[in-house]
T-cell receptor, first 114, second 117 residues
Framework: KAGVTQTPRYLIKTRGQQVTLSCSPISGHRSVSWYQQTPGQGLQFLFE???????NKGNFPGRFSGRQFSNSRSEMNVSTLELGDSALYLC?????????????FGQGTRLTVV | AQTVTQSQPEMSVQEAETVTLSCTYD???????LFWYKQPPSRQMILVIRQEAYKQQNATENRFSVNFQKAAKSFSLKISDSQLGDTAMYFCAFMNHPGGAGNKLTFGGGTRVLVKP
């Protein structure tokens, strides 16, 4: 079974630009969550999508948005990039059953804002 | 809101020895899950072990075991017979029961473990 695939792996953007990150979950997984990892703030939850609906949202400004497609693939968009958005963005997929809570992570997208 | 605290930023251990990582959490929920994730230099987050709050028996997974103290809200990880490949960041994480707030993981700040030969 293929794992969680995130593209691109590395990205350099300029302040003020926007960026779209992609996440393909494990086949059969309908839940996709996004996390931001920075040295200062650690790992922070951005949002979760399940069956194309946002189920949870973390404490991030509206510049951060996402969506999920019918095939469960998810995209995350950050508009008007700021230097502080430089981070490793991790995507996790899970089956989201009552007794199946394991989240499988992708290798992340390293975003650098200059 | 739940919080997870890892009080040890860094720990080192000799190969084949045992190391214990601490984690405390705060929640008003009664039904939840706790996890330890490993993040090696490759940045890939890997699940090490999982504990359901309703289970009193401590989870074990090969050389990894936990000491879950629900009343004290404590969830420590013991790595036995440490191997060089265990060198990584270790994150303690909390998740409410899926029926509630979904699959949101709340992470601690991490503990860097260095296994020395």
């Amino acid at each position: 079974k293929a794992g969680v695939t995130q593209t691109p792996r590395y990205l350099i953007k300029t302040r003020g630009q926007q960026v779209t990150l992609s996440c393909s979950p494990i086949s059969g997984h309908r839940s996709v969550s996004w996390y931001q990892q920075t040295p200062g703030q650690g790992l922070q939850f951005l949002f979760e999508y399940f069956s194309e609906t946002q189920r949870n949202k973390g404490n991030f400004p509206g510049r951060f948005s996402g969506r999920q497609f019918s095939n469960s693939r998810s995209e995350m968009n950050v508009s008007t990039l700021e230097l502080g958005d430089s981070a490793l963005y991790l995507c996790a997929s899970s089956f989201r059953g009552e007794d199946n809570t394991e989240a499988f992570f992708g290798q992340g997208t390293r975003l650098t804002v200059v | 809101a739940q919080t997870v605290t890892q009080s040890q930023p860094e720990m080192s251990v000799q190969e084949a020895e045992t190391v214990t990582l601490s984690c405390t959490y705060d929640t008003s929920e009664n039904n939840y899950y706790l996890f330890w994730y490993k993040q090696p230099p490759s940045r890939q987050m890997i699940l090490v072990i999982r504990q359901e709050a309703y289970k009193q028996q401590n989870a074990t997974e090969n050389r990894f075991s936990v000491n879950f103290q629900k009343a004290a809200k404590s969830f420590s990880l013991k790595i036995s017979d440490s191997q060089l490949g265990d060198t990584a960041m270790y994150f303690c994480a909390f998740m409410n029961h899926p029926g509630g707030a979904g699959n949101k993981l709340t992470f601690g700040g991490g503990t860097r473990v260095l296994v020395k030969p």
